[in-house]
């Protein structure tokens, strides 16, 4: 069996995270401290981890971040009203709204009641444009964690046939449009796709964005392809079927350890690019 190389998440995280701590330096010499307000409506357990989570992600690189927790029955002209306070407050430089939000809001609208110069996660109308224009000061933090790992590793991009599974507005398609503009030839699969296992077995790189346990199979993987796996479900089980897609992979990433910690980097990344505009 030739080497596998596990694109480790972790390293790649603690690489980005060392560069921040001396940009967060150079700006508290300056009175700022980079700000990440998160708002989170409803009490989905997940969610609410995903939230903790960055909350002690700021706190441990010496950033500030604010929480926001709103009741489940919170209607979407309130979540804007809280929204428009961290719009206004300029000590915040990020807003995060996390996704997903209870059904009986309209999710579209309160993402785009993010100012896009807080929109660190690419989630507004405009954000998701510029992006697909390569364009974009902050594209969706998975999405751009990826191309991350793929940069970071040397892995080339350009004349490679990239087959994304999935097409939701926050991972797959963006992260289809990176590849794109990175000149892949890519392939965006869904739930509607026929031949899907065939479509897959062509990609030089696999982007597993399905959000379903160990779904994508061995067998799928052409021998020597990059897997890359953006899946998190309960149990710490990503969207690849790591194990039989170890075998003819010549570069995975794991989960954990993967997508998910380069994800938060990003978006750290992101905040303390906003402080300093
Ligand atoms: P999502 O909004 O539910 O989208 C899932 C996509 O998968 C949809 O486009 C859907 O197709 C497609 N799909 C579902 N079943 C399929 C099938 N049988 N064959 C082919 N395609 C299928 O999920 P998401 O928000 O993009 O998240 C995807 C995964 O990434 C989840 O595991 C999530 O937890 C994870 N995630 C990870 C991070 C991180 O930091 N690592 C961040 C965000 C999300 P249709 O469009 O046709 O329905």
Redesign the pocket.
């Known amino acids: 069996m030739t080497e596998k190389l596990i694109l480790d998440g972790n390293r790649v995280a603690d690489w980005m995270k060392e560069v921040l701590v001396e940009r967060i330096g150079v700006l508290s010499k300056r009175g700022i401290v980079p700000c990440l307000a998160t708002v989170l409506v409803g009490s989905n357990p997940s969610s609410a981890t995903y939230v903790k989570m960055k909350g002690n992600a700021c706190r441990k690189l010496g950033m500030r971040s604010i929480r926001v927790d709103l009741p489940e029955n919170t209607t979407t002209s309130e979540l804007i009203e809280e929204i428009n306070k961290l719009n206004e407050d300029p000590n915040v430089h990020g807003i995060l709204l996390q996704?997903p939000v209870p059904p009986h809001i309209d999710e579209r609208t309160a993402f785009d009641a993010i100012r896009i110069e807080k929109d660190v996660d690419g989630v507004t109308t405009l954000g998701y444009a510029q992006n697909a224009f390569g364009i974009a000061q902050f594209p969706s933090?998975?999405p751009a964690?990826i191309m991350a790992i793929l940069a970071y590793y040397d892995l080339e991009v350009a004349g490679k046939h990239a087959v994304v599974?999935?097409?939701?507005p926050?991972?797959?398609k963006p992260v289809s449009a990176m590849l794109l503009n990175s000149n892949a030839t890519v392939t965006t699969?869904?739930?509607?796709?026929a031949n899907?296992e065939e479509i897959v077995r062509l990609g030089d790189i696999v982007v597993?964005?399905?959000?379903?346990p160990n779904?994508v199979k061995g067998s799928w993987i052409k021998q020597g392809a990059i897997v890359l796996d953006?899946?998190?479900?309960a149990g710490n089980v990503?969207?690849v079927d790591y194990k039989s897609c170890l075998l003819n992979a010549s570069a995975i990433t794991p989960v954990p350890a993967?997508?998910?910690p380069v994800?938060?980097a990003t978006l750290l990344k992101h905040t303390v690019d906003a402080a300093e505009r």
């Open positions: 996704h933090c998975t964690a599974i999935g097409r939701s926050i991972l797959g699969c869904h739930s509607r796709t899907l597993a964005a399905v959000g379903k779904f953006a899946g998190y479900n990503g969207d993967g997508v998910g994800t938060i």
